[in-house]
């Protein structure tokens, strides 16, 4: 009996020791646990684009791959700095100079292109001053403290131009704490229908005449000398400033006279959700020199065209500025092209790599492949969005905004893949309709917006100009690579 009990005891202390250590050996492996678990589901199906599962150290998000196909992508918590790829020739080999022969009239006769920009009001490289006010009405009272609200502006501002110029600019703002009561009634006054011409519309103030008449209140407690420009904001109350109004202009006032950027805020940008920051810096991209509004074609992948999407700044653009650093750009002219994967860093994240590839066809025309994510200075882009863009630059061709977006009519367009049949991404979006005589109906619908043919997934390929284009693997950034087409 005892030597049963002996046996079996013996049993016991063995069966106890390999139990541990097992649970050791599942202890150190992390299993059974349900991150391992979770990240078996890697290249998996998912059902609802955006959908995370938290794991430890990193995260499952449900993305668009190929063939239509929903996946989990296994994503880090941490972002590092990327070591910028090798470029062949240097940036300044794709950074075209403007090539326009017949210059058309009109208010974007005088902004650029190309590298370097025409200076308007503002220097794009340095430092800048300039004033926003906050005006309301007798009829049109302002609610809410306007310097709470610019604080958070204002701050947004600084942050976009330091990363995006690299700390090569910068705009010193002042503004009141309070509302300025202008002298004019908000009846008095209107930014419809047109904007950039000094007439006045019937017995208001538009355009020039507008603005001079807010520049009147404006000197009576600023030197307007010390600024570049001047930004108005009225009160939501103020129907009659429902759209933006944009100047670079000699304005007479009392005192004198003021040169300078003379601006009005579209306050139904507040009904379009519209952050106020974008549609400033917007405008402070023209008064540096850009034409901007192109690559456009109601894509959301720029602040150049539109504010419902990504608001970071195409590196064209930047190169324009005179912004871009060494090891920003990697440039290859085609002649020279030879098989290359490029790690990109999407343009609307704070993080340093390689933002843009660019391969010079001609001596007017380059190619400019850029990543998108949903980031910092890309909120708008729904959770799960990422890819590749590419579009066509032309800098023989001049914007011309009296027509629809083509190569004909825009110096930069985005191309459309015509091997990738993808839906349109449904999305909530914001409509207006404005009558003949000014008045304006809106509001808000769900239904499909911009066409995804326009943006790589991962395994998806673009052949243009006889240059293959792949998304080989994605991630937090993309890796691209660009070849020969066969």
Same mark, same amino acid.
């Given at each position: 009996?005892?030597?049963?009990?002996?046996?079996?005891?013996?049993?016991?202390?063995?069966?106890?020791?390999?139990?541990?250590?097992?649970?050791?050996?599942?202890?150190?492996?992390?299993?059974?646990?349900?991150?391992?678990?979770?990240?078996?589901?890697?290249?998996?199906?998912?059902?609802?684009?955006?959908?995370?599962?938290?794991?430890?150290?990193?995260?499952?998000?449900?993305?668009?791959?190929?063939?239509?196909?929903?996946?989990?992508?296994?994503?880090?918590?941490?972002?590092? *700095?990327?070591?910028?790829?090798?470029?062949?020739?240097?940036?300044?080999?794709?950074?075209?100079?403007?090539?326009?022969?017949?210059?058309?009239?009109?208010?974007? $006769?005088?902004?650029?292109?190309?590298?370097?920009?025409?200076?308007?009001?503002?220097?794009?490289?340095?430092?800048?001053?300039?004033?926003?006010?906050?005006?309301?009405?007798?009829?049109?009272?302002?609610?809410?403290?306007?310097? +709470?609200?610019?604080?958070?502006?204002?701050?947004?501002?600084?942050?976009?131009?330091?990363?995006?110029?690299?700390?090569?600019?910068?705009?010193?703002?002042?503004?009141?704490?309070?509302?300025?009561?202008?002298?004019?009634?908000?009846?008095?006054?209107?930014?419809?229908?047109?904007?950039?011409?000094?007439?006045?519309?019937?017995?208001?103030?538009?355009?020039?005449?507008?603005?001079?008449?807010?520049?009147?209140?404006?000197?009576?407690?600023?030197?307007?000398?010390?600024? /570049?420009?001047?930004?108005?904001?009225?009160?939501?109350?103020?129907?009659?400033?429902?759209?933006?109004?944009?100047?670079?202009?000699?304005?007479?006032?009392?005192?004198?006279?003021?040169?300078?950027?003379?601006?009005?805020? &579209?306050?139904?940008?507040?009904?379009?959700?519209?952050?106020?920051?974008?549609?400033?810096?917007?405008?402070?991209?023209?008064?540096?020199?850009?034409?901007?509004?192109?690559?456009?074609?109601?894509?959301?992948? &720029?602040?150049? *065209?539109?504010?419902?999407?990504?608001? &970071?700044?195409?590196?064209?653009?930047?190169? $324009?500025?005179?912004?871009?650093?060494?090891?920003?750009?990697?440039?290859?002219?085609?002649?020279?092209?030879?098989?290359?994967?490029?790690?990109?860093?999407?343009?609307?994240?704070?993080?340093?790599?390689?933002?843009?590839?660019?391969?010079?066809?001609?001596?007017?025309?380059?190619?400019?492949?850029?990543?998108?994510?949903?980031?910092?200075?890309?909120?708008?882009?729904?959770?799960?969005?990422?890819?590749?863009?590419?579009?066509?630059?032309?800098?023989?061709?001049?914007?011309?905004?009296?027509?629809?977006?083509? +190569?004909?009519?825009?110096?930069?367009?985005?191309?459309?893949?015509?091997?990738?049949?993808?839906?349109?991404?449904?999305?909530?979006?914001?409509? /207006?309709?404005?009558?003949?005589?000014?008045?304006?109906?809106?509001?808000?619908?769900? /239904?499909?917006?911009?066409?995804?043919?326009?943006?790589?997934?991962?395994?998806?390929?673009?052949?243009?100009?006889?240059?293959?284009?792949?998304?080989?693997?994605?991630?937090?950034?993309?890796?691209?690579?660009?070849?020969?087409? /066969?």
């Amino acid at each position: 009996m005892s030597q049963n009990i002996h046996l079996r005891h013996s049993s016991i202390r063995k069966s106890s020791k390999a139990l541990a250590v097992i649970t050791a050996i599942l202890l150190v492996s992390g299993l059974p646990d349900a991150a391992v678990a979770n990240e078996k589901k890697v290249g998996k199906s998912c059902n609802k684009i955006g959908e995370r599962i938290n794991l430890k150290e990193s995260y499952l998000e449900c993305r668009w791959k190929s063939e239509g196909k929903k996946v989990y992508f296994l994503l880090t918590k941490i972002i590092e *700095d990327l070591n910028p790829s090798i470029s062949p020739e240097p940036y300044t080999n794709c950074r075209l100079p403007e090539a326009i022969k017949n210059r058309l009239d009109g208010w974007n $006769s005088y902004v650029s292109i190309a590298y370097p920009v025409v200076k308007s009001t503002l220097d794009p490289l340095g430092s800048n001053t300039y004033l926003f006010i906050p005006v309301d009405f007798k009829d049109a009272v302002g609610v809410g403290s306007p310097e +709470k609200m610019l604080r958070t502006e204002v701050k947004k501002i600084y942050e976009w131009l330091d990363w995006y110029s690299n700390g090569k600019v910068s705009i010193q703002i002042d503004y009141p704490k309070s509302w300025l009561r202008s002298s004019k009634l908000a009846s008095e006054l209107t930014t419809w229908p047109d904007l950039a011409k000094p007439s006045s519309p019937g017995d208001k103030l538009s355009g020039i005449s507008l603005v001079e008449a807010l520049l009147a209140d404006v000197e009576q407690t600023y030197d307007l000398s010390k600024y /570049q420009g001047v930004y108005f904001l009225p009160s939501l109350a103020a129907k009659s400033l429902e759209n933006g109004v944009f100047l670079n202009n000699t304005f007479n006032t009392p005192k004198g006279s003021f040169t300078g950027g003379g601006y009005i805020y &579209g306050n139904s940008a507040f009904e379009r959700e519209e952050f106020v920051w974008a549609f400033i810096i917007h405008d402070f991209l023209h008064s540096f020199g850009l034409a901007l509004h192109a690559p456009g074609q109601e894509l959301p992948f &720029g602040i150049q *065209d539109t504010t419902f999407g990504g608001l &970071g700044i195409n590196e064209w653009d930047t190169m $324009s500025l005179g912004w871009t650093n060494d090891g920003d750009v990697y440039c290859v002219s085609k002649e020279n092209l030879k098989t290359a994967e490029i790690q990109l860093v999407p343009i609307e994240r704070e993080q340093k790599g390689t933002q843009s590839i660019m391969i010079k066809l001609s001596d007017t025309q380059v190619l400019v492949i850029e990543s998108h994510r949903r980031d910092k200075w890309g909120m708008k882009f729904l959770p799960g969005f990422y890819g590749v863009s590419t579009y066509l630059v032309d800098t023989s061709v001049q914007n011309d905004p009296t027509k629809p977006a083509s +190569k004909s009519t825009r110096f930069a367009n985005y191309i459309k893949n015509t091997q990738t049949n993808k839906d349109r991404l449904v999305n909530r979006r914001y409509w /207006q309709e404005t009558d003949a005589k000014g008045n304006r109906k809106s509001g808000w619908v769900t /239904q499909p917006t911009w066409d995804m043919d326009f943006i790589l997934f991962e395994n998806e390929s673009l052949v243009t100009n006889g240059i293959k284009i792949t998304l080989k693997k994605s991630g937090h950034n993309d890796l691209v690579r660009i070849e020969r087409a /066969q």
